[in-house]
């Protein structure tokens, strides 16, 4: 029997976040050989792919098409700032590289039509990082799939991230300038509260509302066809000051008749005793389910808890091997991914339009199946 072919991985900047990186290289079949990024990029992101490249004890490269080239490389994984998504994953599938991307997908409908047409012109995989292998998730869709609630009219995720970013609103005082968003995020590296990494200010539609659009994805199967939404910021200076939402509320009208319903927002460490209140809600004909994100965790709790260490801890959760696996079996198979480039791009729309709703205060009609392929062709 042969032996299962392992995937060399170039990291194509792991300026974000390097859990993307981390959790490919948690699978057997994935073997990081490189670290690379474009020559230009500012000296605090040279220093964090330096920093990663160290840690896994392989080359850091400044020139992103010599190490696809040279390295003989399988798979890239990009993670740069979020308006340089498109552009490394594109450069990645024109050398014939198959691509692994942290969210969101990128800040331009634009760049996003592009990636779906260079995904699907040149045949490689392509897998948008997410959280859809979680336990509750898998159970929530065998239960659905096996009939528990019957046909299934409504979903409604409560997504409240318990992060801080920065000072609570109102803080900033009489003649203080208004807090600078890239520094602000640059910093908040250490922490990894830096998840609108970049120059362009993001709220938290952008930054974190695909996880549970794609959850209601995955759970329906269903087109969203018409976005209502409203966001604001409630809890933090930075998005005050930058205008951008940290609380949103999202209303999905999809395809046959369902309805979607999403309440996301960065709430403040002190809100939650571990990562957020995250949880599901499906409504059928036959019944209704509610499943906790967190679930099956555990409770830790003893003298002198440190304040930032969580008090409830998931356990069971191999979500990045499954992720790492699903991609392994595309390239094999030629078949999808959990999370493929055209279905990103439909989440990427839903966020983008939500976006448009809370800007003009209306509803927002979503492209029909046709118009959708005249745009990506």
């Known amino acids: 029997m042969d032996e299962p072919r ?4 170039a990291v194509l900047s792991a300026v974000k976040h390097d859990y993307v990186a981390r959790g490919m290289a948690s699978h057997p079949r994935f073997d990081l050989v490189v670290v690379a990024d474009d020559p230009h990029v500012p000296d605090w992101a040279h220093e964090r792919n330096q920093h990663f490249a160290d840690s896994q004890h392989v080359p850091y490269v400044r020139n992103v098409e010599r190490a696809l080239r040279d390295f003989d490389v399988d798979v890239a994984i990009v993670s740069p700032e979020a308006a340089r998504h498109c552009d490394l994953s594109i450069r990645a599938a024109l050398a014939g590289k198959h691509v692994v991307q942290d969210k969101p997908l990128t800040t331009r409908r634009s760049e996003a039509v592009r990636l779906v047409e260079t995904i699907e012109r040149t045949g490689v995989r392509f897998l948008m990082w997410n959280r859809n292998f979680l336990p509750a998730l898998l159970h929530a869709k065998e239960q659905i799939d096996t009939g528990a609630v019957g046909r299934v009219s409504a979903v409604h995720v409560d997504f409240y991230f318990a992060k801080d970013a920065g000072p609570p609103k109102g803080t900033r005082g009489p003649g203080e300038p208004p807090i600078n968003w890239l520094p602000h995020q640059i910093a908040s590296h250490v922490d990894g509260s830096d998840g609108g990494l970049g120059a362009e200010p993001m709220g938290e539609l952008s930054i974190e509302g695909i996880y549970p659009l794609a959850y209601i994805q995955m759970l329906t199967g269903a087109t969203v066809r018409r976005v209502f939404a409203r966001g604001t910021a409630h809890f933090h200076q930075l998005y005050a000051d930058n205008g951008v939402e940290d609380l949103a509320s999202v209303t999905l009208e999809l395809d046959g008749g369902v309805i979607g319903t999403v309440a996301l927002g960065r709430i403040g460490a002190a809100s939650h005793p571990s990562g957020g209140a995250i949880k599901l809600h499906v409504v059928g004909d036959a ?22 260490e969580p008090r409830q801890r998931r356990v069971a959760v191999d979500n990045d091997f499954r992720l790492a696996d699903n991609f392994a079996q595309a390239i094999e198979t030629g078949g999808p991914t959990i999370l493929d480039a055209r279905a990103s791009l439909a989440i990427f729309a839903t966020c983008e339009a939500a976006l448009e709703s809370c800007r003009t205060g209306r509803p927002v009609e979503l492209l029909s199946e046709p118009e959708r392929q005249r745009e990506i062709s």
């Open 287 to 308: 019944g209704a389910l509610v499943w906790r994100e967190a679930c099956p965790d555990v409770g830790v709790y003893y003298r002198n808890h440190p304040l930032k």
């Open 6 to 9: 392992i995937f060399r991985a």
